[in-house]
């Protein structure tokens, strides 16, 4: 059963290094809660995988469009993450990499939370609608799979990173539905290539921060052990984005085209965030880890890029 949203305070909790809002303006100190709250950093990943799956599918930018898809998806994503952070207020307050977010902290109120996720998702919502009442819809499935889905699985079994990476992969591809107004091949190609990456991606976290997650009783690799089959996992799910990536230069996916010099740049690409992961997999260290998560980070706006800049570059000829 889902975790149900709480609208009772977290305990607040003080820790060493605990960070004041003594000294800061009142709306530095409100900016900063609402950038942790929304993620920002990872909201504004996101919405750039939308961006680009628009730019794939769209012949001219329109600015109020792309204004909707920007604003929407970002309010959206944020609503996502402040759900997720009340769901999980109490577990976030018992690992070192979260336990400094407002929840924990108590500089924000669970009731308070839920009212600006709940805020933030009807006027993502009326964003979205206003560019594609298809788009909207993806987005909201995105938020209840999330909230509802991912977010209570991950401390009862390893596939929640497979649920979580159905949401991760669907901006790509929402950004080419906002634009066409439809579901074809062509999203669901884009879909293909950010639902495998997200997997070494996931785990290359969930292997540096496992000491943290095991202390709040996540459960996010795929052997539940930083070992040998963990990290041969990986490296198939890192080795499979690179066909799935170059399969538009087979002429089999609809509208979304991929010229042969595109095509393998991706592989490049691919050769080495592939590679990263065999290192993982030679060593089984953090430092390979840590590299392999630095390289997905890379490596999926870099292959989007590649995608539009191609795309571009072909309308111009």
């Known amino acids: 059963m889902p975790t149900p949203i709480r609208m009772e305070p977290c305990k607040p909790r003080q820790r060493a290094g605990q960070k004041s809002v003594a ?46 898809l920007l604003s929407g998806g970002y309010l959206m994503v944020g609503a996502s993450n402040v759900f997720n952070q009340i ?53 909201f499935v995105s938020i209840i799979l999330y909230v509802f889905a991912y ?10 990173v497979f649920v979580g990476a159905f949401t991760g992969a669907i901006p790509y591809m929402l ?4 634009a066409s107004h439809s579901f074809s091949v062509e999203p669901g ?48 799910y890192s080795f499979s984005v690179i066909p799935v990536s170059v399969w538009p230069a ?15 740049w991706l592989i490049v690409c691919g050769a080495i965030f592939f590679g990263f992961s065999l290192r993982l997999l030679q060593r089984r260290d953090s430092k390979s880890a840590r590299n392999l998560l630095l390289a997905s980070v890379v490596y999926l706006p870099v292959v989007q890029l590649i995608y539009v800049v191609d795309k571009w570059v072909r309308c111009a000829n």
């Not at 995988?49 to 204004?67: H, I, K, P, R, T």
């Not at 950004?175 to 906002?178: E, I, K, S």
């Not at 991606?201 to 052997?223: K, N, Q, T």
């Open 23 to 68: 000294g800061h303006t009142v709306v530095h100190a409100i900016w900063r809660d609402f950038g942790q709250l929304t993620k920002a950093r990872l909201s504004i990943s996101v919405v750039f995988s939308a961006v680009a799956g628009y730019l794939l599918a769209v012949d001219s930018v329109g600015v109020e469009n792309l204004f909707l």
């Open 250 to 264: 087979l002429g089999w996916t609809g509208r979304l085209h991929l010229s042969a010099q595109a095509a393998l």
């Open 189 to 236: 190609a884009l879909f293909l290539i950010q639902f495998l990456w997200q997997f070494p991606h996931f785990w290359a976290i969930g292997w540096l921060a496992f000491a943290d997650y095991e202390r709040a009783g996540y459960r996010l690799l795929p052997s539940g052990s930083r070992d040998r089959a963990t990290a041969r996992q990986i490296a198939l």
């Open 175 to 178: 950004g080419w539905v906002a």
């Open 151 to 160: 977010t209570p699985l991950k401390a009862v079994t390893p596939w929640s």
């Open 87 to 139: 769901i999980e207020c109490d577990r976030d307050g018992l690992m070192h990499r979260t336990r400094n977010r407002p929840l924990p902290t108590n500089r924000v109120s669970v009731t308070a939370a839920f009212y600006l996720g709940l805020l933030l998702t009807l006027a993502g919502l009326s964003l979205l609608l206003c560019l594609s009442f298809q788009a909207a819809i993806w987005a």
